[in-house]
């Protein structure tokens, strides 16, 4: 079902075996599967299918305004996001588009916002999805820094957020070396493996106290306004 919302239809059986690894008799055998479950696909083999209706979605209701903001946001993940998170973005849109009421379905694909990105960001060689799940999961990792300087340092940090800034993308943690949150740039992570030490159930609260302390920071350092 998620192919035959991703892929550009009519969906050939071909490319159905080719995707899911499986014989093309499985594939006929599994659309019918489908027809009788209740979903509405049109085709046959050796035209490709269409999914009409998506009747395993439930039908959202958002505004013309609020669909634009969700694929906007949704595209901008695609273009900034590491390959796991952009493919979930693409999921998300697909399965965004098949539960959607015609109308928001066809307005959605023809949305007037779109987000592109024409400067790249510096390279990184570590599996962002990899700290994802440790965040997630409230687990030390153990990295290989290099920082603007170029001096090299091993330390263990606690991962609590990763920012999406314009030029790269920050990791917010609780480093375990200098006991104070720190953010490092992502693409000058060298290496990364995950320990066995547990912070939770602290992310929350350590975030919450971390964006505090960058907020009172900026406060300082910004110049006084003169009064109107």
Request: aromatic letters at 4%; glycine letters at 4%.
């Amino acid at each position: 079902m998620q192919l035959l919302r991703l892929l550009p239809a009519p969906v050939q059986a071909a490319q159905l075996s080719g995707e899911l690894g499986v014989s093309l008799r499985t594939v006929y055998r599994d659309v019918d599967s489908l027809r009788r479950a209740g979903a509405i696909i049109d085709g046959a083999a050796g035209f490709g299918y269409t999914l009409v209706e998506d009747t395993a979605m439930p039908p959202m209701l958002f505004n013309t305004d609020e669909t634009e903001a969700l694929v906007l946001g949704l595209r901008e993940v695609i273009e900034i996001g590491d390959p796991v998170l952009a493919d979930a973005a693409r999921n998300a849109l697909a399965k965004l588009a098949a539960s959607l009421p015609d109308r928001l379905s066809r307005q959605m694909q023809n949305s007037v916002l779109s987000a592109k990105r024409f400067h790249s960001r510096p390279e990184i060689t570590v599996d962002v999805a990899t700290i994802r799940q440790a965040t997630r999961d409230e687990q030390a990792i153990h990295i290989h820094y290099g920082d603007a300087k170029g001096a090299q340092t091993e330390r263990t940090v606690w991962p609590l957020s990763i920012i999406f800034m314009d030029q790269t993308l920050m990791l917010l943690a609780k480093c375990q070396l200098r006991q104070d949150f720190r953010a490092f740039r992502v693409d000058r992570i060298q290496k990364l493996a995950l320990t066995e030490q547990s912070f939770r159930p602290h992310r929350t609260s350590l975030l919450r106290d971390a964006l505090a302390t960058i907020q009172s920071e900026e406060a300082a350092d910004r110049p006084p306004q003169n009064p109107t």
